[in-house]
């Protein structure tokens, strides 16, 4: 018999190929972008019609190519970016392996014009599934210009596997998405059918980002910066309250390349745990740069997946970077007027002309913000963190700056306060003002903010007991009375359950017969309060928390015993207390928001004020 095995021409190997990295024309709109962005060009122009299935043309002002280049380039493993295996290495391009054009070429009909920077004409090759049907000089601008017509017209099969031209264009769009936001110092324009549907300036990631998904990224978006000597962290994370319930946009670049990643995706997903409300996913958009010699390249070029050495310093590094920045930066949101029509309503003068004191009631015998127990950990780094950038918020008085605020306390202050003067005479000085019993509005240095006040004392209490536990330093006040508490059988089981952590957040509890417990003492804190309704409470706030979030036993005790114990909407507070909790809440590792993951602040800058008024 003679021999069978024979080498297979180079049109059907390349078609093979184009089956791996061609699968759709979001996939040939990659490439071409890509080899674009090797080329070194500042403008990348991408014009597409029928999403991608008539025609896809990139057109860039990158180095271009020689006459022989332009022929080479169609070839199988042609490549000008690896010459040895050690470059392998080194890589730092989005292409390597020299099989794009080549496949591209075999199940499509394509253009290519393209001339290098100071040549005097260009060239001008036009292939038909593989094979050159033309070839001539041209003119044309500096740069490379590639059409794709007919994508998949001799492979029926695939092109009747195209969805329909919307879910092919959100391809497009995502392709063209993921090369242009780590690329901001690139312009970038996207034309479909005629309709501009992208047109990014050169500028900032920010700019770039605002510019893809809106203008109103403004002020949804988290600065994230770190560098270590394993990699090098920046881009941004979305505010929690803005957090979307469906997979938001969640980007990872590494070394500018689009990735997915399970593992770094859990850990900024863990950073954002307590602030999300539930069942909400983080947004963000973060480049990190490695060596390339960390990466395994040895994956297909097609794949977004990636493996990496060092991965878990990295996803350590990572969640610790967007802690950082979510406690550290002020999260919380803008107010907007049209919910809070309460702004609106608020008197400048009373309606009989008459200016008087507001009545405050206090109760005297209770203060919720004892600084024995409130006062956490005094010298610790966060605390000092925040604390200073607390008093930077208020650290006022730059005079000019201030002009708006100061007239507008001196309108309100007959209303609000008797000793304005003295006040704004005294650099760093909290004033506050409650409203509706609700909330306590503080001026700060770039406009003011308004704190929900069970919400900010659910978050001090929060901290405060999840210290207890894991300092193991709760204090226990013994009952006068010991309590005698019935249950029924769950709850009961429950208390038996947690009776270990229960202990340790200071209450002394012990078994007393069928389905019920003696309270011996209760945390020390604790004191002003029916120990049977406390721990009642607890339990119930437990049990519901436990449906609606998937938390620890710790965290959820915490949680349940801040929203137990926690000053309620509806109470009156005095200026001391307003500004004890103000001082308590900023000296939290995440005074942003409640254990709930609402938020408990809203500032709103007095830039805003002026565009309202002063237009
Ligand atoms: P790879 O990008 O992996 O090298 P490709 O098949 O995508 O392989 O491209 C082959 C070669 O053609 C590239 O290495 C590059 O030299 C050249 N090339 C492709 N596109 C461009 C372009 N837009 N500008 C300049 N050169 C290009
Ligand atoms: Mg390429």
Same mark, same amino acid.
């Given at each position: 018999?003679?021999?069978?095995?024979?080498?297979?021409?180079?049109?059907v190997a390349n078609q093979i190929a184009a089956g791996e990295v061609v699968q759709r024309p979001a996939s040939a709109v990659k490439e071409l972008m890509e080899n674009a962005l090797d080329a070194g060009s500042t403008n990348i122009k991408l014009i597409i019609k029928d999403a991608g299935k008539t025609l896809i043309q990139v057109i860039d002002n990158g180095c271009g190519m020689s006459e022989t280049d332009a022929r080479m380039s169609f070839e199988r493993h042609a490549t000008s970016k690896i010459t040895k295996v050690d470059d392998l290495f080194a890589i730092r391009t989005m292409g390597f392996r020299g099989e794009a054009l080549a496949s591209i070429a075999a199940i499509a009909h394509v253009e290519l014009k393209t001339k290098r920077t100071g040549d005097e004409t260009g060239i001008k090759i036009y292939i038909e599934g593989s094979e050159v049907k033309n070839q001539e000089a041209c003119n044309s601008a500096e740069g490379t210009s590639i059409s794709i017509k007919n994508l998949f017209y001799n492979v029926p099969a695939r092109r009747n596997f195209l969805k329909n031209d919307s879910v092919e264009l959100r391809h497009v769009i995502d392709e063209f998405q993921r090369v242009a936001i780590p690329n901001p110092?690139?312009?970038?324009?996207?034309?479909?059918?005629?309709?501009?549907?992208?047109?990014?300036?050169?500028?900032?990631?920010?700019? *770039?980002?605002?510019?893809?998904?809106?203008?109103?990224?403004?002020?949804?978006?988290?600065?994230?910066?770190? %560098? !270590?000597?394993?990699?090098?962290?920046?881009?941004?994370?979305?505010?929690?309250?803005?957090?979307?319930?469906?997979?938001?946009?969640?980007?990872?670049?590494?070394?500018?390349?689009?990735?997915?990643?399970?593992?770094?995706?859990?850990?900024?997903?863990?950073?954002?745990?307590?602030?999300?409300?539930?069942?909400?996913?983080?947004?963000?958009?973060?480049?990190?740069?490695?060596?390339?010699?960390?990466?395994?390249?040895?994956?297909?070029?097609?794949? !977004?997946?990636?493996?990496?050495?060092?991965?878990?310093?990295?996803?350590?590094?990572?969640?610790?970077?967007?802690?950082?920045?979510?406690?550290?930066? %002020?999260? @919380?949101?803008?107010?907007?007027?049209?919910?809070?029509?309460?702004?609106?309503?608020?008197?400048?003068?009373?309606?009989?002309?008459?200016?008087?004191?507001?009545?405050?009631?206090?109760?005297?015998?209770?203060?919720?913000? *004892?600084?024995?127990?409130?006062?956490?950990?005094?010298?610790?780094?966060?605390?000092?963190? $925040?604390?200073? $950038?607390?008093?930077?918020?208020?650290?006022?008085?730059?005079?000019?700056?201030?002009?708006?605020?100061?007239?507008?306390?001196?309108?309100?202050?007959?209303?609000?306060? !008797?000793?304005?003067?003295?006040?704004?005479?005294?650099?760093?000085?909290?004033? !506050?003002?409650?409203?509706?019993?609700?909330?306590?509005?503080?001026?700060?240095?770039?406009?003011?903010?308004?704190?929900?006040?069970?919400?900010?004392?659910?978050?001090?209490?929060?901290?405060?007991?999840?210290?207890?536990?894991?300092?193991?330093?709760?204090?226990?006040?013994?009952?006068?009375?010991?309590?005698?508490?019935?249950?029924?059988?769950?709850?009961?089981?429950?208390?038996?359950?947690?009776?270990?952590?229960?202990?340790?957040?200071?209450?002394?509890?012990?078994?007393?017969?069928? $389905?019920?417990?003696?309270?011996?003492?209760?945390?020390?804190?604790?004191?002003?309060?029916?120990?049977?309704?406390?721990?009642?409470?607890?339990?119930?706030?437990?049990?519901?928390?436990?449906?609606?979030?998937?938390?620890?036993?710790?965290?959820?005790?915490? *949680?349940?015993? @801040?929203?137990?114990?926690?000053?309620?909407?509806?109470?009156?507070?005095?200026?001391?207390?307003?500004?004890?909790?103000?001082?308590?809440?900023?000296?939290?590792?995440?005074?942003?928001?409640?254990?709930?993951?609402?938020?408990?602040?809203?500032?709103?800058?007095?830039?805003?004020?002026?565009?309202?008024? *002063?237009?």
């Open positions: 018999m003679s021999d069978i095995i024979h080498l297979l021409p180079d049109s110092n690139i312009a970038f324009s996207l034309h479909h059918n005629a309709t501009e549907i992208f047109h990014l300036e050169v500028g900032s990631l920010k700019q *770039r980002l605002m510019a893809i998904f809106g203008s109103s990224y403004n002020t949804r978006l988290i600065p994230v910066e770190e %560098n !270590t000597g394993i990699v090098k962290i920046k881009g941004f994370v979305i505010k929690p309250e803005f957090a979307k319930k469906t997979r938001g946009e969640q980007f990872f670049f590494l070394n500018k390349r689009f990735i997915k990643n399970a593992y770094l995706h859990h850990a900024v997903q863990s950073a954002f745990e307590e602030v999300l409300p539930k069942d909400s996913f983080a947004s963000y958009f973060l480049l990190l740069d490695v060596d390339p010699k960390t990466i395994d390249i040895n994956i297909h070029p097609t794949k !977004t997946e990636v493996k990496f050495e060092d991965e878990k310093a990295i996803y350590a590094f990572l969640r610790s970077a967007i802690k950082k920045s979510l406690g550290q930066f %002020n999260i @919380a949101p803008s107010i907007d007027f049209n919910q809070e029509a309460f702004l609106y309503n608020m008197p400048l003068k009373p309606v009989d002309g008459i200016f008087k004191q507001p009545t405050i009631k206090v109760d005297e015998n209770y203060n919720p913000f *004892r600084t024995d127990i409130l006062t956490i950990n005094k010298s610790s780094e966060r605390e000092i963190s $925040n604390r200073n $950038n607390w008093e930077k918020m208020y650290s006022r008085h730059t005079d000019n700056q201030l002009e708006f605020a100061v007239k507008q306390e001196e309108e309100t202050q007959q209303i609000i306060h !008797t000793d304005w003067d003295n006040e704004l005479h005294e650099s760093n000085k909290k004033s !506050t003002y409650q409203l509706h019993n609700k909330y306590i509005l503080s001026h700060i240095k770039t406009g003011f903010m308004i704190i929900d006040q069970q919400g900010a004392h659910e978050r001090i209490l929060y901290e405060h007991v999840l210290e207890t536990f894991e300092k193991h330093k709760s204090a226990t006040q013994q009952e006068l009375f010991p309590k005698t508490i019935e249950l029924n059988t769950t709850d009961f089981a429950l208390i038996q359950e947690l009776q270990p952590e229960i202990q340790s957040m200071g209450f002394d509890i012990r078994e007393f017969g069928k $389905n019920t417990f003696v309270i011996h003492g209760v945390p020390a804190d604790t004191v002003n309060y029916d120990s049977s309704a406390l721990l009642e409470g607890l339990i119930e706030n437990y049990k519901q928390n436990f449906q609606e979030l998937k938390s620890n036993k710790r965290e959820n005790l915490a *949680r349940s015993m @801040a929203r137990n114990m926690s000053i309620k909407s509806g109470k009156a507070l005095t200026q001391e207390e307003m500004n004890n909790l103000i001082d308590e809440l900023f000296a939290c590792k995440m005074p942003y928001s409640t254990p709930y993951g609402k938020p408990t602040i809203s500032t709103f800058s007095t830039d805003e004020l002026d565009r309202r008024f *002063r237009k």
